[in-house]
Each structure stands twice: as structure tokens, then as C-alpha cells.
């Protein structure tokens, strides 16, 4: 079983449509949880880390849910500009590493 | 601040070849790694290293070694480069658990 799980998509969504995307992590002793994006053959970015509380920046909305062991991105309004893959990560204290999921693609067409 | 720089960007070495790619930072992070990244897969940590003095095998570092040369510093090694490992190379480094800054990559490939 892996570590992270996506759904790889692609999402393909118009301009100004709202799209959200989950993360499944299975180790319960994860303990920081990030969202990247990645464009064609660039490297990761960081988007925004998550919250237990869940924290928004702009039109994104990142959220954390322990019990369930899953990480979620919304994307409000979508621009032609979000067009990327999106990388869900969680960090093991113990182990002082991150896992990462397979990422999911988003297209925004006009 | 130039961050995470890696080299090469592009090599192409033949089966039985051997090769070292090269990473380093200038953010004085503890924390640096190595992951490959092919279609589909994600992200895979190969190596890393959480403090000066110190490495760890991560997911898949069969064929790869790894030294951490000084806290700005971390290679990798390719002792017998194989078809499989022709790959998308990243070097990232991070304060433990924080954020995780990237190089730009290495593209290789091992006919």
C-alpha cells in the first residue's frame, strides 16, 4: 500500500469552476501535510501548507482531516493559469522524511 | 539566494557508466534529499540525509549512493547506471520537517 494516495485525473474543469482534490495518507503518525504544484518538467513549488484547522490563501483552501487521514485542495475560480499537477506531501517526524503522492493533473480550458 | 542548484541539468551515459550529480543550498538547512520522479510515480525518496554527519535509505536506493559532503552539500552517486534508472532527478533540502525547497532537476538517461 502506498504511503500517499491521489486520483491522478486529470481534472479537466472551464475557467471559474470550482475543483477539489483529496489526499489519502496511511500513516497515523504523520505530522506536517503540504500541497505543491508542479508545471510541465519544472520542479515542485510550494502551494501552501496545511492546518489542522485548515487554512485558506486566495482562492485556494486547504484542509486536514486526521480522523479520516486525508488532506484536501479547493480551487475556487479557477484560472487557464492553475493548469498544473498538483502534489499532496506528508512529513514523518520520526523518520524526518516526506512522502509523496503521484500527483494530480488539473486543466483549466477556456 | 540561488536556493537548491543542481548539476548537471541533462546527461545521457551508457549502461555501466558511472556518474555523481551534484546539489547544493544556500538556506543552511539541516534536512537535504533525493528523490527520482518518473511518469506516474510521484516523487521517490532515494536517499537522504537529515543532518550533516548522517544518511538514510529511503524508498528505492538500490544502485545509488550518497554522501553529505558538508551542511551545503549532497551527491549522489551512480555507481553502474542501468536503463531503470533513467529518471527525473530532484534535490530538495528543508528545516525538518518545514517546507521543502527543490532544485531544478537532473534529467538523465542510460541507454
Known amino acids: 500500500r502506498k504511503e500517499v494516495e491521489q486520483d491522478p485525473g486529470p481534472f479537466n474543469v472551464p475557467e471559474g469552476a470550482t475543483v477539489a482534490f483529496n489526499c489519502t495518507y496511511s500513516?497515523?503518525?504523520?505530522?506536517?501535510f503540504f500541497w505543491y504544484r508542479q508545471d510541465c518538467r519544472k520542479e515542485p513549488k510550494l502551494l501552501m501548507s496545511?492546518?489542522?484547522s485548515g487554512n485558506e490563501d486566495g482562492r485556494f483552501t486547504a484542509q486536514l482531516n486526521r480522523a479520516s487521514q486525508y488532506i484536501s485542495l479547493l480551487i475556487r475560480d479557477s484560472k487557464l493559469s492553475d493548469s498544473a499537477t498538483y502534489l499532496c506531501?506528508?512529513?514523518?517526524?520520526?523518520?524526518?522524511?516526506?512522502?509523496f503522492g503521484s500527483g494530480t493533473k488539473l486543466n483549466v480550458k477556456p | 539566494n540561488a536556493g537548491v542548484t543542481q548539476t548537471p541539468k541533462f546527461q545521457v551515459l551508457k549502461t555501466g557508466q558511472s556518474m555523481t550529480l551534484q546539489c547544493a543550498q544556500d538556506?543552511?538547512?539541516?534536512?537535504m534529499y533525493w528523490y527520482r520522479q518518473d511518469p506516474g510515480m510521484g516523487l521517490r525518496l532515494i536517499y537522504y540525509?537529515?543532518?550533516?554527519?548522517?544518511?538514510d535509505k529511503g524508498e528505492v536506493p538500490n544502485g545509488y549512493n550518497v554522501s553529505r559532503l558538508n551542511k551545503r552539500e549532497f551527491s549522489l552517486r551512480l555507481e553502474s547506471a542501468a536503463p531503470s534508472q533513467t529518471s527525473v532527478y530532484f534535490c530538495?533540502?528543508?528545516?525538518?520537517?518545514?517546507?521543502?525547497?527543490f532544485g531544478p532537476g537532473t534529467r538523465l538517461t542510460v541507454l
Open positions: 530538495a533540502s528543508s528545516e525538518r520537517l518545514n517546507e521543502q525547497f
Open positions: 506531501a506528508v512529513g514523518l517526524y520520526n523518520f524526518n522524511k516526506f512522502y
Open positions: 500513516n497515523s503518525a504523520s505530522q506536517s
Open positions: 538556506m543552511n538547512h539541516n534536512s
Open positions: 496545511v492546518y489542522s
Open positions: 540525509s537529515a543532518s550533516e554527519g548522517t544518511t
